[in-house]
């Protein structure tokens, strides 16, 4: 079974400090890539994902995601956060042919200081 | 908005109990995916029902059960509750294997 970490638990940055957020994953073959933050109250909502083609990928709000296939990788970033940015953030994988199943990592509390 | 329901919001239990949650999948979708969130995790996936059949599942006990309907509604059953149960569970759903929206959650808690 394929595996996701996300090695920072929690991040604490200051308004327009740039942010970056680690993904590996596990699993060798085919994957699609996916990012959801879930705001404080809400439910999971996608940010980006990444099926093919280009591995930056840009999302909504500014956000981009980098896949880099020889490290498993696929990182997060954005180059200015805001207050509004406060959430947590997590990182999934959808194995290419397992349908739509997703598996999470364990996720990262973002919290921005205005 | 995304479109998928859940209910109820919250809701308490004692060991040894049983559970239903419901969902209400977005209009047009005919998937959908149950997933458990604990304090302080990722969601786990559950199961997944297409078109009112078990689709895949998780590494989960067989006292996790389901059902879709023919609306695509959903439900998850939880016999025999432990403590260990108490958790977010998340409905998403889909059209096909196309993206997954989710729902706002029932926080289970079991005492």
């Known amino acids: 079974a394929q595996s996701v970490s996300q090695h920072n638990h929690h991040v604490i940055l200051s308004e327009a400090a740039s942010l970056e957020l680690g993904c590996n994953y596990s699993?060798?073959?085919?994957?699609?890539l996916f990012w959801y933050v879930q705001y404080p109250g809400q439910h999971l909502q996608l940010l980006l994902k990444y099926f093919s083609g280009d591995p930056l990928v840009k999302g909504i709000k500014g956000f981009e995601a980098e896949f880099i296939k020889s490290k498993f990788s696929f990182n997060l970033r954005k180059p200015s956060v805001q207050w509004s940015d406060t959430a947590e953030y997590f990182c999934?994988?959808?194995?290419?042919?397992?349908?739509?199943?997703?598996?999470f990592g364990g996720g990262t509390r973002l919290m921005v200081k205005p | 908005e995304t479109g998928v329901t859940q209910s109820p919001t919250h809701l308490i239990k004692t060991r040894g109990q049983q559970v239903t949650l419901r969902c209400s999948s977005q209009s047009g979708h005919n998937t959908v995916s149950w997933y458990q969130q604990a304090l302080g995790q990722g969601p786990q996936f559950i199961f997944q029902y297409y078109r009112e059949e078990e689709n895949g599942r998780g590494n989960f006990p067989p006292r996790f059960s389901g059902l879709q309907f023919p609306n695509y509604s959903s439900e998850l059953n939880v016999n025999a509750l432990e403590l260990d149960d108490s958790a977010l569970y998340l409905c998403?759903?889909?059209?096909?294997?196309?993206?997954?929206?989710f729902g706002p959650g029932t926080r289970l808690t079991v005492l």
């Open positions: 998403a759903s889909s059209f096909d294997s196309n993206e997954q929206f």
């Open positions: 699993y060798g073959g085919t994957v699609n």
């Open positions: 999934a994988v959808n194995e290419g042919n397992a349908g739509n199943m997703l598996t």
